[in-house]
């Protein structure tokens, strides 16, 4: 029987057969995902996952394998039937981090006891709402604190464990720089 080398519940071997292979071939180290979305009225809408695209090849098993719904709190006049964009932004931030810090981790021999987030993020509903056209809608700041329980790592490696995750995350990365978003109406 072949003992997998897994650390954190990250298969260490195909990791570094996956960094092998991208360093070998960039090409597959670019990746589309797509969202397909649907408005249910109001503010809801649904959405399902569509085809994910790595290395110029189509993987069609995830087109319509989950579905995401968003709307908005009723106090920001939504029907509050599901999680609000604002908050996809956190928990996608949130998703990234912990695939970077477990990968990470693992890399680099920390064993995760735990790990924890809380994030936060403000908005000014003004500029959306057309009271302050001039300001940009967007989030103000987010914070993240990220709690993490390694007993046989000192506070140094984590402390270093926690910047590799900000240099590495490609959510935070998205998040702080300017993204061209190309709209096109159908």
Do not use: H
């Not at 995902?33 to 959405?47: L, P």
């Not at 959306?128 to 506070?155: C, H, M, N, Y």
């Not at 995350?169 to 993204?179: F, K, N």
């Amino acid at each position: 029987m072949e003992t997998k080398n897994v650390v954190n519940g990250v298969d260490l071997d195909a990791m570094t057969e996956t960094i092998d292979a991208v360093r070998g071939d960039r090409n597959l180290g670019e990746v589309t995902f797509s969202v397909n979305g649907e408005w249910q009225g109001g503010f809801r809408v649904d959405a399902q996952t569509g085809n994910l695209v790595q290395g110029g090849q189509a993987d069609t098993s995830r087109a319509a394998k989950f579905s995401m719904s968003s709307d908005e709190p009723a106090s920001l006049l939504g029907t509050d039937t599901a999680v609000s964009p604002a908050e996809y932004v956190l928990q996608a931030l949130a998703g990234c981090y912990t695939v970077t810090l477990a990968a990470n981790a693992a890399s680099r021999g920390i064993e995760l006891e735990s790990y924890k987030l809380e994030l936060e993020g403000d908005f000014d509903l003004a500029s959306f709402l057309g009271v302050a056209p001039d300001e940009a809608p967007g989030a103000k700041q987010i914070r993240v604190k990220v709690d993490v329980v390694a007993p046989k790592s000192t506070r140094e490696e984590i402390e270093e464990l926690v910047d590799v995750v900000q240099q590495r995350s490609p959510i935070r990365d998205t998040l702080i720089r300017p993204v061209e978003v190309v709209t096109t109406l159908v």
